[in-house]
C-alpha cells in the first residue's frame, strides 16, 4: 500500500470517530434571583432595623457637630501679567529686581503662603473664633482636642503656637483660580457667621499689606541703586538711560502706595453668611442608611450561599 493510499485511509477513519461522537452541549451560567431572594426574605426585617439605627446614630452624632459658616471674597489682579513694562528689560539689565504680583498665580501663591497665615493669626487672634469651646479667654489657653489627646500624647492645656495656625489656615482657608475668568476666591470656613467674614478680610488686608511692603521696599532699593550707578557714569546716553529707570521707579513707588488701587481688586467682597455650610446632618444619616442596607444584604446573600 502506497503511502498516499495510507493517508486517505487514515483521514476516512478520523472522520468516521468524529461522526460517531456525539456533540458536546454547554449549559450557560444562570443567575437564580429566587435564591438570593430566599437568603434576603428572611433577614430583611434586621438588615432595616441596623440600616435604621445606624442613621439615627449618624444623625446623633452629627448634632454633637458645630455649625461651620463659610464666607467668601473674589478678587482680580490689579496688574494685567500680560502688559509687558517697556522698562523692565533695562531694568533686568542692571539686574535690578523687576518683579511683582500681576497674575492671578502670584495672588493664588500668597494667600496659600505660610507666612501670610502666621501673620494674620498674630495680628488678630483668632482663635477666640477658632476655639471658642476649647479656648480659655484668661490664660489664652487652648485644650488639646480628644485626637491629640489619644495619638499626640497632649493632656496639659497650651497656647497656640505658629504651627497651629499653619495647620489651621490649611483646613479651614480655600482659595480657588478662575483662569478664564481671571479671578482668585478666597475663603474661610469657622463656627461663626460673622467671625468667617471678618477673617476674610483680615486675609485680604494683609495681603495687601504684603504686597505694598514688598513693592515699596523694591522700589527704594532700585533708586538707591540707579542713584549710585548715575554718579558712577560718565557717558551721557548712558546716564539719560538711569534717569528714565529712575522715573520709572518713582512711578513705581507712588502706585505702590496708592494702597485702594495696588496689588488686586475685590469684586466680591466678604458677606456674612445667612447659612451653614456644613454639616449636612440629614445627608450624612441617610448615607449612612444606604451604605449598612447594601454591606447588610451582601453580607446575607454571602452567608445564605454557606
Not at 84 to 106: H, K, R, T, Y
Not at 143 to 148: G, I, S, V, Y
Not at 150 to 169: M, N, Q, S, V, Y
Not at 222 to 245: G, M, P
Amino acid at each position: 500500500m502506497t503511502t498516499e493510499e495510507n493517508d486517505k485511509t487514515m483521514a476516512r477513519g478520523n472522520e468516521s470517530r468524529m461522526e460517531e461522537q456525539p456533540p458536546r452541549q454547554y449549559e450557560e451560567d444562570i443567575i437564580d434571583l429566587g435564591q438570593y431572594w430566599a437568603a434576603l426574605r428572611p433577614n430583611l426585617w434586621k438588615i432595616a432595623l441596623l440600616s435604621l439605627v445606624a442613621g439615627v446614630a449618624t444623625l446623633f452624632y452629627m448634632f454633637t457637630k458645630p455649625n461651620i459658616y463659610q464666607a467668601t471674597a473674589v478678587i482680580t489682579p490689579a496688574v494685567d501679567g500680560n502688559k509687558q513694562n517697556p522698562a523692565m528689560g533695562a531694568l533686568a539689565s542692571f539686574g535690578i529686581s523687576v518683579g511683582g504680583p500681576s497674575s492671578i498665580e502670584d495672588l493664588d501663591t500668597l494667600f496659600k503662603s505660610d507666612d501670610l497665615a502666621v501673620r494674620v493669626f498674630r495680628k488678630y487672634n483668632l482663635w477666640p473664633i477658632l476655639l471658642a469651646d476649647r479656648l480659655d479667654p484668661a490664660t489664652g489657653h487652648a485644650k488639646p482636642a480628644w485626637t491629640d489627646r489619644l495619638f499626640g500624647g497632649k493632656k496639659e492645656p497650651k497656647p497656640p503656637t505658629d504651627w497651629d495656625a499653619i495647620r489651621a489656615a490649611k483646613d479651614s482657608l480655600k482659595v480657588s483660580v478662575n483662569k478664564k475668568g481671571g479671578t482668585v476666591s478666597v475663603s474661610f470656613e469657622s463656627p461663626s457667621a460673622e467671625g468667617s467674614a471678618n477673617i476674610v478680610k483680615y486675609f485680604l488686608d494683609e495681603g495687601k499689606s504684603r504686597l505694598q511692603e514688598e513693592a515699596l521696599d523694591r522700589a527704594i532699593k532700585n533708586k538707591k541703586f540707579i542713584e549710585e550707578q548715575t554718579r558712577q557714569t560718565v557717558d551721557a546716553l548712558n546716564r539719560d538711560r538711569l534717569y528714565s529707570l529712575l522715573g520709572q521707579e518713582v512711578e513705581r513707588e507712588m502706585m505702590a502706595r496708592n494702597r485702594e488701587q495696588f496689588g488686586f481688586r475685590v469684586i466680591d467682597s466678604p458677606r456674612v453668611p445667612d447659612r451653614k455650610f456644613k454639616p449636612t446632618r440629614a445627608r450624612s444619616a441617610m448615607l449612612a442608611t444606604i451604605l449598612v442596607f447594601i454591606v447588610g444584604c451582601g453580607y446575607f446573600v454571602l452567608w445564605g450561599k454557606r
